[in-house]
């Protein structure tokens, strides 16, 4: 948090050019809100999102890169130049994690005070990439290793696409950043080897594993080379027409089904779905096409209104990692693969570019705040792969498919890299700029430079969100024209006062519009965070008679560690109409808010798993004080059960 005492500078400038971060559209795309630059916000460590990019910074990226080595990612690449002898180790897409992490060092050496280790990293890696590149641009170690006669045939299952887009990815973060001429360059020629083979003249082929559309579009966005824009629309819009081989998993897993357009639902193979609607944005609000943006506002009505955990989580089938039906949403067999709540990240954030509406940076924080954060261990070194909302007692941990506590490395381990890419580039989701002026979506302690109308602003922002609802900034213009400053009141937030003494306040589709003089300004937004009791749909039947506590944007789970000796947490029932309180995370971090509950005890009767209704379902139920912890703090003491979801009755 900045000091009390220090004031911004009235015409501070950025200290570096302004530099593009994630998503950048054109300025003749489509959308309502442009990003600000990647160099415009600093987040500061004292804050909840400041903490998690130092910590990301400091242990998570290390971490992934020296797994990389440890897994064989990068061993994989060598054995393709003769540095290494060995087989392929891993899954037949490990080179994703490599890319991935290349992203996120290149996000992170925009930061001049990087490890130059990170630079070290990313340069000998491209030069490895380099060397591995086939004359023509192919690039896959798998492949080009294991059935160089298969190239572009088993598209699929092959995932070569899905990894092209994340060699993409990298390479854009790269150029952004000024960083890696050499990855730009490898991404290039795949990028135009792609062209050649699946363009308006090449074959009609498309990937089974979305996410190279978006790529593309951001390889677009940075090279300003069109084919790439036309590619991407091209596999869009090749999507659902039975190209791809359904094989064991039908078409439905790959989003082969139906075409975009005509989907009316979200299906199939979550992770899959969600980076594919980033890319239909993107085409989408760079090529004009409102009717495609439309099908994209549908299918968020899809995953957002029945088919999204509280945590923000999404798909509820561990069976082909895929969304279930509408409502339906087990807290116990919850699948909430951590790159899912990655990828709704990023296709939140491009509806709120493109459309400007308080709904998606709700469903952005949401995701963040809960499922997101609660994937990484306290000293991020940690993850969960798929992120249940109850863990039960007896629950067989081995599996790393569902383990009890979050684990150091995957066999697939496609979800660490995820976060470490997108915990790098966090400061990038926080606000945007429209003609009016700026607009703050995410609340988080740290500084914004932008430029209004082409003079420079700076606005401090002092917070302890989501600790606390007090949010307080201090605006410096360098011009005394009026703008509008827009602040996010979330969806879950019943009431909040507002300091802001010389401005026009109007409140339009949740934020506060404040217009004035902004050369020298102070305002104080308290957003009132009480408890408070969170109901499911009723069709969510898994959850009935059920209620999840919450305060602020997190949503709060019980955990066996607070519960006294001898209490069997699938025993304690909630009492909806005793008072909620706050408290102080018991072993937690410091500044973390527990809630407090009433509830009781009973314990089960008889082992038989059905009876008599009209027998009693245990013995007496005794009073029990409840504590309950916030979701993504939770499994970072001793593992045992957890359950976000309390029955009532
Ligand atoms: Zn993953």
């Known amino acids: ?23 950048r559209p054109t300025p003749a795309a489509i959308g309502a809100l442009r990003p600000l630059s990647l160099d415009s916000v600093s987040l500061s460590p004292s804050g909840q999102l400041g903490q998690w990019q130092a910590r990301n910074a400091a242990a998570t990226l290390p971490h992934c890169i020296a797994q990389l080595d440890r897994a064989g990612a990068l061993n994989n690449l060598r054995r393709l130049t003769g540095e290494h002898d060995g087989p392929h180790t891993g899954m037949w897409f490990s080179d994703t994690d490599v890319f991935k992490t290349m992203e996120a060092a290149a996000w992170e050496l925009a930061d001049p005070r990087a490890d130059p280790d990170l630079r070290a990293f990313l340069d000998g890696t491209a030069e490895l990439l380099a060397r591995v590149q086939d004359t023509d641009g192919y690039l896959n170690s798998y492949v080009m290793a294991e059935r160089p006669d298969r190239r572009w045939h088993d598209l699929h299952w092959s995932h070569e696409l899905y990894c092209a887009g994340h060699l993409f990815q990298a390479a854009v973060a790269a150029a952004r950043v000024g960083v890696g001429q050499v990855i730009q360059d490898v991404a290039r020629r795949l990028a135009d080897l792609l062209v050649e ?65 005509e989907a009316t639902e979200v299906a199939g193979h979550a992770v899959r779905q969600l980076y594919l609607l980033s890319g239909v944005v993107d085409v989408a609000v760079e090529t004009g096409d409102t009717a495609l943006l439309a099908a994209a506002r549908r299918l968020w009505d ?51 570019l493109a459309e400007g509406h308080r709904r998606y940076a709700d469903e952005l924080e949401r995701v963040l705040f809960n499922a997101l954060a609660g994937a990484s261990s306290l000293d991020g070194v940690r993850f969960f792969y798929s992120n249940p909302l109850q863990l039960r007692t007896g629950h067989d941990g081995s599996d790393e498919d569902a383990p009890g506590q979050r684990l150091p490395w995957y066999s697939c381990s496609c979800c660490p890299p995820n976060l470490a890419r997108l915990m790098a580039s966090l ?7 429209a003609a009016d002026g700026l607009q703050l979506h995410l609340y988080a302690a740290g500084t914004i430079q932008a430029q209004v109308r082409g003079r420079p602003v ?58 004035r003089d902004w050369s020298a300004a102070s305002v104080v937004l308290d957003l009132d965070l009480p ?10 039947d898994a959850v009935r008679g059920c209620l999840a506590l ?18 069997r947490l699938e025993d304690v029932r909630l009492d909806p109409d005793a008072p909620l309180g706050t408290t102080a995370m018991p072993g937690g971090p410091p500044e973390a808010v527990a809630l407090t509950a009433t509830g009781s005890v009973s314990p089960a ?37 957890m359950r976000v979801w309390i029955p009532t009755g």
């Not at 919450?550 to 209490?567: F, N, S």
């Not at 245990?618 to 309950?628: K, R, W």
């Open 1 to 23: 948090m900045l000091d009390a005492d220090v004031q911004p500078e009235p015409t501070a400038a950025p200290a570096t050019p302004a530099r593009p971060g994630p998503t």
């Open 302 to 352: 899809s995953a957002y209104l029945t088919k999204t955990y509280v945590t923000g989580a999404h798909g509820s089938r561990h069976r082909d990692e895929a969304y279930g039906d509408p409502y339906e949403l087990p807290p116990d067999r919850a699948y909430g693969e951590t790159c899912a709540a990655v990828a709704s990240v990023h296709w939140n954030w491009r509806m709120l």
């Open 550 to 567: 919450a305060r602020g944007p997190l949503v709060y789970c019980l955990e066996q560690a607070d519960l006294p000796a001898g209490v």
């Open 605 to 641: 009767g008889p082992a038989e798993p059905y009876r008599d209704p009209t027998i009693p379902p245990g013995g007496p139920a005794t009073p029990l004080p409840l504590t309950a912890v916030p979701y993504f703090l939770w499994g970072n003491r001793d593992p045992g059960p």
């Open 531 to 540: 408890p408070r009791l969170v109901a499911a749909h009723p069709h969510v």
């Open 427 to 433: 400061h990038a989701y926080t606000a945007t700029a």
């Open 197 to 261: 083979r699946f363009g308006p003249a090449g074959t009609e082929g498309l990937c089974g594993h979305a996410g190279v559309e978006t790529a593309l579009v951001e390889l677009y966005r940075t090279t300003g080379h069109r084919p790439y824009l036309d590619l991407a629309q091209l596999f869009i819009h090749r999507r659902g027409r039975g190209l791809l081989d359904p094989e064991r998993f039908g078409p439905t897993y790959l989003q082969d089904h139906v075409p975009v357009r």
């Open 458 to 515: 700076t606005i401090a922002v002092r917070t302890a969100y989501p600790w606390s609802g007090r949010i307080a900034l201090e605006v410096r213009a360098a011009s005394a024209e009026p703008w509008t400053m827009s602040l996010r009141v979330p969806a879950w937030c019943r009431s909040h006062r507002l300091d802001a003494a010389g401005a026009e306040v109007a409140y339009t589709d949740g934020y506060l519009r404040l217009t």
